[in-house]
């Protein structure tokens, strides 16, 4: 009776622990703390971090604003410090003007964030960019509102 209670007991903390972890995205309790409290959400393709546009650029711009740099950096440090050293890079724009220039504008947006990691500690084969124009937005593209939602980057830890 009593190896029979261990066993069982065995198995469900086995399996607490390894739905514990699928929880936290194959990364550490430490790691995954401090993703929430930067406002990463867990989603299916990791752990995420939508900047919006109006935080990082003018409209029709791919040139991070100066007082935006520095919360970037700070951030890349705090991931690098966390050993969060792989990170993909995704830009997107609102439905206004050619398909092909909003996929241009997208990655350049997705490779001016990624620059700021690059010049604090990040190396160029952890880093992966991605453009997606107007592919995903957020919300329909209806109103400067929501077409400014739709404007943004996302950064994702790759574990």
């Known amino acids: 009776m009593l190896k029979k209670t261990f066993i069982i007991f065995s198995i469900f903390t086995l ?3 390894l739905t514990a972890c699928m929880s936290l995205g194959n990364l550490s309790y430490k790691q995954a ?3 929430k409290k930067e406002g990463f959400v867990l989603s299916n393709e990791g752990w995420t ?3 919006p546009e109006r935080l990082l650029f003018n409209f029709d711009d791919f040139q991070i604003q100066e007082n935006q740099k520095h919360k970037l950096a700070t951030l890349s440090k705090q991931l690098n410090a966390y050993q ?9 724009t609102d439905n206004i003007g050619q398909a092909s220039y909003n996929q241009q504008l997208s990655e350049k947006r997705a490779q001016s964030v990624a620059t700021i990691f ?5 190396q160029q084969q952890n880093i992966h960019i991605i453009g997606r124009g ?8 209806d109103t400067d509102e929501h077409r400014a939602k739709n404007r943004r980057v996302n950064i ?3 574990p």
């Open 49 to 51: 971090l939508a900047l």
């Open 134 to 141: 107007a592919e995903q937005p957020l919300v329909d593209n």
């Open 156 to 158: 994702t830890i790759i």
């Open 15 to 17: 399996s607490t622990v």
């Open 118 to 122: 690059l010049a604090n500690g990040f």
């Open 33 to 35: 703390h401090m993703l």
């Open 84 to 92: 969060l050293e792989k990170v993909k890079f995704v830009g997107h």
